[in-house]
């Protein structure tokens, strides 16, 4: 009869609701697509700190590294925005500082001292142009999904918005 409650440590109710807990440490994504199936996985399969350790390991992983393919395409495309702003800010904001810094006097004592300095300045500018070329390069999907959508929606505003960033068409 002390089973009933399900709050003893071995009961039903309570491993149901521990298994349900480990569950919704997944992402909402997650768990929109495999959260019955691993909730009946957990219910039949054998319980103890191992098992546990293992899914909260796992449920870290899928916060960590999500399946693109469970995200809806919208936040990828956020996603893929989102990260080419940011790496193009990164690189600005790096080019942009090294200029000040290299235009000093400074620079023209350490460069009368030290034969290399050439040497790393041409390096810098050659790290600089790849990562413009990197950045413009991740770019390209996206453009191409969204100007493939603009043709399909017959939207002409899309490849103006491209070309003017700054324009409110």
């Not at 399946?67 to 925005?81: D, F």
């Not at 770019?139 to 002409?156: C, F, G, I, K, T």
Request: charged share 20%; proline share 7%.
């Amino acid at each position: 009869m002390s089973g009933a409650t399900g709050t003893e440590p071995g009961s039903p109710t309570r491993a149901r609701r521990f298994d349900r807990g480990l569950v919704r440490l997944f992402p909402p994504s997650w768990r929109a697509r495999y959260g019955e199936e691993f909730a009946m996985l957990l219910a039949d399969g054998p319980t103890g700190p191992r098992r546990s350790i293992n899914v909260v390991g796992a449920a870290a992983m899928a916060w960590l590294a999500p399946r693109h393919h469970l995200l809806p395409g919208t936040t990828r495309v956020r996603t893929s925005i989102s990260v080419v702003a940011y790496a193009w800010t990164a690189m600005t904001a790096g080019a942009l500082l090294f200029g000040q810094i290299t235009e000093g006097e400074s620079l023209r004592v350490i460069d009368n001292a030290h034969a290399g300095s050439h040497r790393l300045y041409a390096v810098y500018v050659n790290a600089a142009h790849l990562s413009v070329a990197a950045v413009l390069l991740g770019s390209v999907p996206l453009v191409w999904s969204l100007l493939s959508a603009a043709r399909r929606d017959h939207r002409r505003d899309i490849p103006k918005l491209l070309l003017t960033p700054g324009c409110r068409c």
